[in-house]
């Protein structure tokens, strides 16, 4: 199990950084892998065991999840689970900590592939070091949110 997380300092406040991470329609707008979310029927908002479909793409490949939120406080937090075939591969969520210019964010993953899954995963995905992969996401992510909402 590996967990990867980046922490950066946004001039916005946690309730406007919390509405936009958790608006999962908008991770396109922020994320350099998940090009577009949509809620699955019976949700459009963010609340624990809401569910959607995050579609992702790396060059020509691309694949789509399914995610699960299990944690979705405003202003403070919001976390989901990833499966894809009905195996819940990895956990990401987002930590928000108000500062005295707007809010600390902190976004971090956990992967729960097991190394008999690896190779399976690096042919869906296209990406031969997911870890350096994730690392290099999550800072693409912070840095577009960051932009957003300090205009």
């Excluded at 991470?21 to 809620?39: F, L």
């Excluded at 479909?53 to 299990?70: A, I």
Aim: hydrophobic share 30%; net charge negative; glycine share 8%.
């Amino acid at each position: 199990m590996t967990k990867i997380e980046t922490t950066r300092d946004i001039a916005a406040s946690p309730q406007d950084v919390y509405a936009a991470i958790a608006d999962v329609t908008r991770m396109g707008e922020w994320s350099s892998e998940c090009h577009s979310c949509e809620w699955h029927d019976g949700f459009d908002a963010p609340a624990v065991g809401a569910t959607f479909d995050g579609h992702n793409r790396n060059g020509d490949k691309e694949w789509t999840t399914q995610g699960k939120v299990v944690e979705a406080e405003p202003g403070r937090s919001f976390v989901f689970e990833c499966s894809m075939m009905d195996f819940h591969y990895s956990t990401w969520g987002y930590g928000i900590e108000p500062t005295r210019t707007g809010s600390r964010v902190t976004e971090w993953t956990e992967s729960l592939i097991p190394d008999s899954a690896q190779e399976y995963a690096r042919e869906t995905s296209g990406v031969p070091d997911r870890e350096a992969r994730n690392r290099e996401t999550i800072s693409t992510t912070l840095e577009r949110l960051a932009n957003a909402l300090e205009t």
